[in-house]
């Protein structure tokens, strides 16, 4: 069945991407190095380094590229079935953690009474317990995401790229719509399933990606060129002069 659904989706990928491709008009004004659109894609795109090498190797990236299929199905199908409890059973996670320490309690209460009756002596039960180094590892790692983010954001706004600040921008609006349509549990799920199928995707349909890609990438710059000939060269710009001592 996991097999099937993924075949069905990187069909129908696949279909949409050739689609696009087809319609999309070969850009001839694009100036890059000679050679084929996808030697010159690959070279836009970074295509000299692996999908793998790219997520940073190692065991998330197997994940993520689905090297073993049972671990990527089973993170997979965790995660959907969190958000169907949460999303469409409408449970909460107070009530969620409430009912699992009380499942707990009842397990251990059951254990160690019947192991007392049966063996005549108290029995200790397990303790359960989570170490120190784990929430540390976690914190540290958040941490390290997150101030490494505020980062990017702090170069694009300082780097007087104008393309790359308005990508961002655009970015956060479609964001926000996004978030308008759904709560935020929602746009994190949506997030983890396309994280674990449009990188195995890309990596079977890359040339097609990077294709794609690059013509879209030129008729973007053309467009630009346009509205930087048409508008933004006509905006005036303020001129400081500044006066030397004698």
Known sequence: MPEHSENAAENIMSSIIDTIADNLPKQ?????????????????????????HFLGGGKSADVLLWRNKKISSSVLAVATAVWVFFEWLDYHFLTIA???????MVVQFAWSTFAGMLNGSST???RVELPDELFANIGTTVGAQVNKFLGSLQD???GRNLKQFLLVITGFFATAIIGSWCNLLTVIYIGFVCSHTLPVLYERHRDQVDEFLYNTFGLLQNQYQKLDKGVLSKVPKGIIKLKKSD
């Open 28 to 52: 001839k004004s694009v100036r890059f190095e000679e050679g084929s659109v996808s030697d010159q894609a690959k070279k836009l795109f970074g295509g000299q380094k692996s999908v793998h």
């Open 98 to 104: 409430c009912f699992v320490l009380v499942l707990g």
């Open 124 to 126: 200790k039960v397990p």
């Open 156 to 158: 694009v706004s300082c």
